[in-house]
């Protein structure tokens, strides 16, 4: 038996985020596999951060703007950029296979577009999520070993935001957006029933998902952070810098590992690094760790 521990963190410029201790975490996470989201560097200074470590990089063509990467003890067999021709996914969408325990595991490092609503990043969004849609199915066929981490910018669920009825007209919760996580994570194969209304009046009619996957199929991935986590508020990856949001836990849940059928029955773990302070935080996201058993 071989196992694997891949940890996933937006690091908000990872030369930012290494002046301010993330080596530190490093060190004392041992993850085998970093997948990274808004690097804003190029790979001189994702080596520099992570010295001795194999280093995969997307960049974003905006200098200073999103960029993905994944930094491994062990070479990826293979990597792929880019999720289709048209598709907005320079800088926001890195694959790599790896060898473990005599079978091969493909990781994603992924960086969703936060969108903004009735404008053409929100556009650029809807087309990121549907090349997403159209490239799980491929990644997980024949029971093939998969996972998609990164900071996916949706939260699913009511559990993944403190404050989810406040942001229902917003990109982040819009209820087209979750349906997708709907459609991803439904029954393989089975009719997606979607999301009932929540709440009263405005508040009920924008969190109700049901349309969006009417007559859809779900496609059997694991949001390993909630099955972990159960039933219950977060816990969250993300939270403003805005008044108290971190001191009071009023965060999002916004980073996942998304593991196909295969891989979601191999894992063993999962946990969120949240900073035990506020004046520790390296990035306004924590990381997010999973350790997958490989037979």
Known sequence: MSSVRIASVNVNGIRAAVRKGMQA?????AP???????????????????????ILEEEAPQKGRAGVAIASREPAVAHRTGLGEGVDAQGRWLEADFEVGGRTVTVVSAYVHSGEVDTQKQEAKWGFLDAMETRMPQLAASGALAVITGDLNVGHRPFDIKNWKGNVARAGYLARERAYFDRFLGAEGEPVPGQEPIGRGKVGELSDTRAYSEGRSGLGWVDVGRTFAGEVEGPYSWWSNRGQAFDNDTGWRIDYHLASPALAALVGAYRVDRYPSYDARWSDHAPVVAEYAIS
């Open 25 to 29: 975490w490093v060190e004392q996470a």
């Open 32 to 54: 085998d596999i970093i997948t990274i989201q808004e690097v804003r560097a190029d790979r001189s200074h994702v080596e520099a951060a992570l010295p001795g470590w194999h």
